[in-house]
């Protein structure tokens, strides 16, 4: 059964970066698509970025330039490089994977990982 686990949130400035990890067990990584999600309070959950097995990557108009995924299937992880973070990035961020289908629709993904804290302060 695959497990997912987030890592690498926390507070930072407008302006600063972080880099958060989502570590895969319990099955190999790489024939999977990872996709990379967040929830604002009384938000609905939108897609955030994604990566497929052969690397190919969408991301959300609005963090274009700024986030950056990428994958290291030796480690089993996806990471998502978020760079020249604003407040509206705060959000609890989500990673999830699918062996079929990959997108930035939360209800093409069948494993979800527990969820990391993201807040940008002005």
Not at 102 to 113: C, F, N, R, T, V
Request: proline share 2%; aromatic share 12%.
């Amino acid at each position: 059964q695959l497990q997912l686990v987030e890592s690498g949130g926390g507070l930072v400035q407008s302006g600063g970066s972080l880099n958060l990890s989502c570590a895969a067990s319990g099955v190999a990584l790489e024939d999977y698509a990872i996709g990379w999600f967040r929830q604002a309070p009384g938000k609905e959950r939108e897609g955030v970025s994604a990566i497929g097995s052969g690397g190919y990557t969408y991301y959300l108009d609005s963090v274009k330039g700024r986030f950056t995924i990428s994958r290291d299937n030796a480690k089993n992880t996806v990471y998502l490089q978020m760079n020249g973070l604003k407040p509206e990035d705060t959000a609890v961020y989500y990673c999830a994977a699918d062996i079929w289908r990959i997108g930035l629709s939360p209800s093409i993904y069948d494993y979800w990982g527990q969820g990391t804290q993201v807040t940008v302060s002005s």
